[in-house]
């Protein structure tokens, strides 16, 4: 067993073992318990958060081209520095690519199922990634699942760590929501090549299907999403609190699902399409508005599992 797992094993209150013997027991050192990884700093932050901007604008760009955009900015930094905040926001540069590598035999991948697919039906394909979320002072991790006909968000969680168990608590809960699809569609990432992730979705008897090494493309329904809540929300809002990141994440899944029509979707709502009802309309000289609270598990795994009161008010002039 890897020792980050072994680590996640310790149980800093147990009545009986203390954490020294039970480090002994997992052969694991005693300072990595009250290891604490030192915190980005504020110029990391800020790069962190133009990288992030810059990717939606310029996702062909790499090293070399991003050390002039900063240093035009006025940042002096080494290009090991820039892959390394590279490597955090998730930034994967569109280019070809030779191929002149063999896959990992250690991790294994999955074939690309949706070459000449039809999808023409709900809950038919899925697809599920991860994006950077920049905070005020520091970030969060968010990770979606997006039914790929009707574009209906099904799932989603912020965390601030990247891992498979993650991943699959979120599948599972769209699943006891919403139903299994036939298959789901991924990236190479190392939390959808776990077994923690693909046995979870194996169990479920559904299908695995993962881009192509360096084709980004190969998922683009949900990198739209991404490109989509950044400049239509996260940009927006400079949030400093997790649960105010929640909560305003909530009103824009509930937003995008329920209310933005989709020119792809002939002007309809995902939420017409993936369950064939009407959109609420609002009266006439009368703002739409939604209230909502968040509860303790949609803040642990992000669930689109919500209650909300829609409320018509007159616009003040």
Sequence with gaps: MPAK?????????HPALSISRQCKLFSIHRSAVYYKPAQESAE????????????????FYGVLRLRVVLAELGYTVNAKRIRRL????????????????????????????LTGLQITRPNQVWGIDITYVPMKDGFMYLC??????????????????????????????AVAAHGKPEIINSDQGSQFTADAYTKMIKGLQIKISMDGKGRAIDNIFIERLWRTLKYEHLYL??????????????????????????????????IEIYKGIDRLKPLPGAALTK????????????????????CQSQIVP
Excluded at 5 to 13: A, K, Y
Excluded at 90 to 107: H, L, M, Q
Excluded at 237 to 261: A, C, H, P, T
Excluded at 291 to 310: C, D, E, L, P, Q
Aim: charged share 20%; hydrophobic share 40%; glycine share 4%.
């Design 5 to 13: 797992q072994r680590l996640e094993l310790i149980d800093c209150n």
């Design 44 to 59: 990391n932050l800020a790069i962190m958060r133009m990288l992030d901007e810059q990717y939606m604008r310029t996702p």
């Design 86 to 113: 590279m490597r955090a926001v998730g930034w994967k540069t569109v280019y070809c690519k030779p191929r002149t590598t063999r896959p990992d035999p250690i991790a294994l991948k999955y074939p690309y199922l």
């Design 144 to 173: 979606a699942v997006i039914d790929l006909y009707s574009r209906f968000v099904v799932g989603w969680g912020v965390k601030n760590q990247m891992t498979a168990e993650w991943c699959a608590a979120i599948v599972q809960d």
């Design 237 to 270: 809002f400079n949030y400093d609190m997790v649960i105010s990141l929640m909560k305003g994440l909530r009103r824009f899944f509930l937003f995008y699902n329920e209310q933005r029509i989709h020119q792809s979707l002939d002007y309809k709502t995902p």
């Design 291 to 310: 209230s909502m609270a968040v509860s303790s598990v949609v803040t642990r795994s992000g669930g689109i599992k919500y209650n909300h009161t829609f």
